[in-house]
């Protein structure tokens, strides 16, 4: 089994983020784990410079991303998990056993970036995701289980989740980005067992 988990970002504040995550995880199936964290007060400070100075959406987008290498290197420390920082250290990765591999962090750059190539077979799923603030790392994450087949994607939150409500829903009350909803529907068709926006207490 593989899955992908966003951690959002609002998150790496908690002084117990370690021991809240490690007692998520227990509680999980076993499976291959891939992380995309969420970019928290970092992005937010973006979007105040954004407010002020109206700068270039797709700039903007992209210096976010960069932003996430950060993020992502804190949490890996933090949870002493592994980090996944190159193309070459994700091929890796994938091609070992799942039962082998502890959850590893990975920077959004290794598949998500400026260099991406028309042509790719992931192009069309690429283009669902605009280079402005509808998507964030919650369609990053959705992007990523799309790119690798993943059977389960799960987006940790530090809000209260109310239930039976759709992807569109959750887009408009801003639980999930705007983007999300388009992606969770190609992933709905690409064979994605579960698909999961909860709280992480």
């Not at 992005?43 to 797709?58: G, N, S, T, Y």
């Not at 992007?143 to 087949?149: E, P, S, T, V």
Request: aromatic letters at 6%.
């Amino acid at each position: 089994m593989r899955r992908v988990v966003k951690l959002g970002g609002s998150m790496l504040l908690r002084a117990d983020l370690k021991h809240a995550v490690d007692q998520w995880m227990t509680i999980e199936p076993a499976a291959q784990t891939f992380v995309v964290v969420g970019g928290g007060k970092l992005i937010d400070a973006i979007r105040e410079l954004d407010q002020v100075h109206a700068m270039d959406q797709r700039e903007i987008h992209w210096t976010c991303v960069d932003l996430l290498t950060t993020t992502a290197t804190f949490v890996a420390k933090t949870l002493q998990w592994n980090l996944i920082s190159t193309p070459s250290q994700w091929q890796a990765v994938l091609m070992e056993a799942p039962q082998e591999n502890p959850p590893s962090v990975i920077v959004p750059d290794v598949f998500y970036n400026r260099d991406h190539l028309h042509g790719d077979p992931a192009e069309a799923v690429r283009s669902l995701l605009p280079e402005d603030w509808r998507t964030t790392t919650d369609s990053i994450a959705a992007y990523l289980a799309a790119i690798m087949k993943a059977d389960e994607l799960v987006l940790l939150k530090s809000c209260e989740i109310p239930e039976s409500m759709s992807s569109v829903e959750l887009a408009e009350s801003g639980i999930v980005d705007n983007a999300f909803p388009d992606l969770a529907g190609v992933l709905a068709e690409s064979g994605l067992q579960q698909l999961r926006v909860e709280q992480l207490v």
